[in-house]
């Protein structure tokens, strides 16, 4: 059931985030899943509300500033893998049914160089969209 709410919200934050986007409002911010359902939280709370109030704009700005607060990028290109890694893998270890989908992640995202071709390179945003999908593909199917 919480692995069919995940998708559902991961799949209508990623919409929201676009229309706000393309509407002009202002004041939008990075909100945790966890603040609408009991799904724990990913992302560590600290970064995730310097990074959003107020919203930085475009889609990497927000992302990038959580990643750069969290230890995950060693420049602005590169990602720690070992840091990023072992977030997830104390996420994984906390959460035990996350596990699978936690290793899909680090798989598809953090052993392999991605890259969701932004009109500018973006590594933080390309990095969490493959871990989003990632963990999707193993919710879902």
Known sequence: MYKLQLAFILIISAINADMIEVLGRKGATLKPISACCN???LGSPKPLSECSNPKLPGPCR???CVFDKSGFLTNQNTLNKEA???????FADKH?????AINKAIEDCVDKDVRQYLTEPCKAYDVFTCTGIAM???IIF
């Open 136 to 138: 999707l593909k193993v």
């Open 62 to 64: 927000d992302v990038q």
């Open 39 to 41: 799904i724990p939280e």
């Open 96 to 100: 035990k049914d996350w596990s699978s």
């Open 84 to 90: 990023y890694r072992n977030h997830l893998l104390q």
